[in-house]
Nanobody
Framework: QVRLVESGGGSVQAGGSLRLSCAASGYTYCTKDMMWYRQAPGKDREFVSRINSDGSTSYADSVKGRFTISQDNAESTLYLQMNSLKPEDTAMYYC????????????????WGQGTQVTVSS
């Protein structure tokens, strides 16, 4: 059974830091990318950051320079270090994995976690 379990959310004051984690288990893959998304109340879910199978990373402009995505050597845990947090960073944060696996690496997959809440007060 595929599991993506986020943790590390909480309430902080503006300017503070949090480190989110996403523990992935229960699936095998040939290639995979891992991503963080967030969704604020009343808004659409939006992309935050991505780490590709080759280790390259990308960020939304709104978090560039403040957030850092990484993963452990086993590629089983995804992290998001969030510094200089702003009230507008308040949202539910979700991790997502997408890639290919199965026979001849021909089966595409996409899985989401349940989310962890981040609240930043001014």
């Amino acid at each position: 059974q595929v599991r993506l379990v986020e943790s590390g959310g909480g309430s902080v004051q503006a300017g503070g830091s949090l480190r989110l984690s996403c523990a992935a288990s229960g699936y095998t893959y040939c290639t995979k990318d891992m991503m963080w998304y967030r969704q604020a109340p009343g808004k659409d879910r939006e992309f935050v950051s991505r780490i590709n199978s080759d280790g390259s990373t990308s960020y939304a402009d709104s978090v560039k320079g403040r957030f850092t995505i990484s993963q452990d050597n086993a590629e089983s845990t995804l992290y998001l270090q969030m510094n200089s947090l702003k009230p507008e960073d308040t949202a539910m944060y979700y991790c997502k994995t997408a890639g290919s696996g199965g026979w001849m690496c021909r089966i595409s997959f996409e899985y989401w976690g349940q989310g962890t809440q981040v609240t930043v007060s001014s």
